[in-house]
């Protein structure tokens, strides 16, 4: 296996990231105007680069982050991996982010199996994350790839 290069970015932000809101994989907001600008800024900077591939989730954010961030790169494939997917708030979703302030300082405590209600855990995430990573590091055979995801 040769030397890969892995370029991880969050996507570009949201209403609802603007707006102090929980937004994870139960939500499916696009770009606002800001999110598009900061991706227009990331094209701009990582232009040349050369991604062989890029990767994103089954989230639109994730997705038109990387059609600006790739305009002058068309040929580049975008594979979609959904286990790269954000974390889920569950029934939280939506809600103002000071709603888990506790769960966080419970995380930062080191208790990482603690979630929102119907929620995922930081171990859950983890747990289907990075065997993804590993999984495209190990079977795919582009040497620069682009990740466009936000897992917490």
């Known amino acids: 296996m040769s030397c890969k290069q892995l370029y991880f970015v969050r996507h570009g932000e949201t209403a609802l990231n ?3 809101c929980l937004q994870g994989s139960g939500t499916d907001d696009g770009l606002s105007a800001k999110g598009r600008h900061q991706a227009e800024f990331l094209r701009n900077s990582l232009e040349d680069v050369g991604f062989e591939l890029a990767i994103v989730t089954h989230l639109v954010r994730t ?3 990387a059609m600006i961030v790739l305009e002058k790169h068309p040929d580049v494939p975008i594979l979609e991996v959904k286990e790269l997917g954000e974390i889920s ?4 979703e939506g809600q103002p982010n000071s709603i888990v302030q506790q769960l966080k300082q419970t995380w930062d405590d080191g208790n990482f199996d603690a979630a929102c209600p119907e929620g995922e855990s930081p171990l859950q995430v983890e747990s289907r994350a990075v ?3 590993y999984s495209i590091i190990h ?3 582009e040497t620069k790839i682009l990740f466009i995801c936000k897992v917490y």
């Open 139 to 141: 079977s795919r055979p």
């Open 89 to 92: 708030w569950g029934i939280m």
């Open 131 to 133: 065997p993804a990573i």
């Open 18 to 20: 603007a707006s102090g």
């Open 63 to 65: 997705k038109e982050t």
